[in-house]
Each structure stands twice: as structure tokens, then as C-alpha cells.
């Protein structure tokens, strides 16, 4: 368990580690980057770097949080990689299904898995389901997590690398956007933030906007927000056209 600098969370918890890459999304994956330093730093955890491992050891860590927690499940990686098996996929489940006062946020790029043990799982309503969509490509992941019987349902459009103007949000909760940031990010567009922000506009979903990315992104270079002094900086700022948007569901 770690404390979270990501803004839409508030803890990591990691019960797996390890992942590959699945799609243009992963390219500065910051979850491979991370693992080397930790196993520079030889933390046990990543001894093994950036290949798949369970972690049963990891299970009991959420009986021990006293207060109500908000968690990003499996930050460096993705429970839903095929080398993870369907047992220990349970038994993350079982974990978040026996302590309901955590909320727990999971992200997968495999939609095709995750619909494939859906019927397995047990949904309760402390388990918010993301999937991954980065451009136009990868929409078809939304009717696949549309598909499950998760109570609350939304998207992650982080990295956003291109446009993505007919997103389905029927059955969607949530949608955050951000840019990539770190060594090599590849740019995001006004438009492209806009035209999502709009869509949830108009199907009354909340719309949270991340970052920039990178402060060269950013068409205003006067965002408060690029300033790391500020109580909401975010990496290149989070400002759309003077706005903060960080609705949640």
C-alpha cells in the first residue's frame, strides 16, 4: 500500500505487479519505469522488475487500513493480464467484496478478459470497473466493460493520443482524460479534451480531467496549475479554458 499522487485516488495497492504491452497506450508505460528504479532500489517486490507476479502476501493489506480508503487496484499492473490466473483474480475480489468501506478502482486494457470471468465475480457496489481507451481504435473496449455487471462503470482516456469523437456512454459512470507526461509524451490537443468534455456534458456523465502532461501541451501558458506550488498542480497543468474539471460519480 502506498499513498497516491494521482489526483483521482488516494491510495495504491498492488497485489500484482508486472505487465506487457497490449497496445499504443503502454508505449511510456510509468508503471515499467517505476518497477526499474524499485529494483535498482531493491525493493523485494520488484526484484523480478517488470515481469507478471501475484503477490498473495499483498491480500490482507485492506483489513489493515482503520479509516475508509478510496483505492487504485494494481497501479503497476493490470488484473486482467492473461498470465494472472482466474483464482488469484478471485481472490483479489474476495477481498474487496469482504471490506465494503474501501472503494476500489480497477483498470484493465483487457476488456476481453474481464468480460470473459465477469459472470465469476462478485460485483459489490465498492468496486468501480475502468478500462482503458487512448484513441478512436480502442472504443470497443467500452461495450466489452458495458457487458459486465459492474455497479459503477467508467474510462480512463489517459494518455489521450488522438481524437475519440463517437465514444459510446451508455452505461457509463466516469470518463477521466489526461495527457502522457514524462520522457518522450506525445502531445494532446485542445479539441480532442473538448470533444470528450462535451459528449459527457451532454449524457450527464462526469467529466474529471487530469493533466496536460507536459506544460508545452498546455495552450495557456499562464495556468496556475503548471506551478508546482499550487494546491492543484497536475503535470502540465489541469486547466481547460480557466476551468478545473474534476467531477467524480
Known amino acids: 500500500m502506498a499513498e497516491s499522487s494521482i489526483e483521482w485516488t488516494e491510495l495504491t495497492w498492488n497485489p500484482v505487479t508486472g505487465c506487457k504491452k497490449i497496445s499504443p497506450g503502454c508505449k511510456h508505460c510509468y508503471a515499467e519505469v517505476m518497477s526499474r528504479r ?12 517488470f515481469n507478471i507476479k501475484m503477490h498473495p502476501e499483498s491480500l490482507n493489506i485492506p483489513f489493515t487500513w482503520r479509516k475508509p480508503k478510496v483505492v ?38 483487457r476488456s476481453d478478459r474481464l468480460l470473459a470471468i465477469s459472470n465469476e465475480l462478485t460485483w459489490t457496489k465498492n468496486i468501480w470497473m475502468g478500462v482503458s481507451v487512448e484513441n478512436e481504435k480502442y472504443t470497443g473496449r467500452i461495450s ?8 459503477i462503470k467508467f474510462l480512463s482516456i489517459e494518455p489521450l493520443l488522438g481524437p475519440v469523437n463517437n465514444l459510446f456512454l451508455d452505461g457509463i459512470d466516469w470518463v477521466i482524460v489526461g495527457g502522457e507526461s ?63 474539471y474534476r467531477e467524480l460519480p
Open 182 to 244: 514524462g520522457h518522450g509524451a506525445r502531445p494532446i490537443m485542445f479539441d480532442w479534451i473538448d470533444s470528450i468534455r462535451l459528449q459527457c456534458k451532454s449524457a450527464d456523465i462526469p467529466f474529471f480531467f487530469k493533466q496536460w502532461g507536459k506544460s508545452k501541451f498546455n495552450i495557456n501558458p499562464e495556468d496556475p496549475t503548471i506551478n508546482k506550488e499550487h494546491p492543484n498542480h497536475a503535470k502540465g497543468g489541469c486547466e481547460l479554458a480557466g476551468v478545473m
Open 38 to 49: 524499485l529494483k535498482a532500489m531493491r525493493v523485494q517486490k520488484y526484484i523480478d522488475g
Open 144 to 151: 466489452e466493460l458495458n457487458q459486465t455487471k459492474a455497479k
Open 72 to 109: 487504485f487496484v494494481n497501479s503497476m499492473s493490470d488484473l486482467f493480464h492473461d498470465e494472472i490466473s482466474n483464482n488469484f483474480i478471485k481472490a483479489v475480489f474476495a477481498v474487496m467484496n469482504a471490506t465494503p468501506q474501501h472503494t476500489y478502482q480497477v483498470l484493465t486494457k
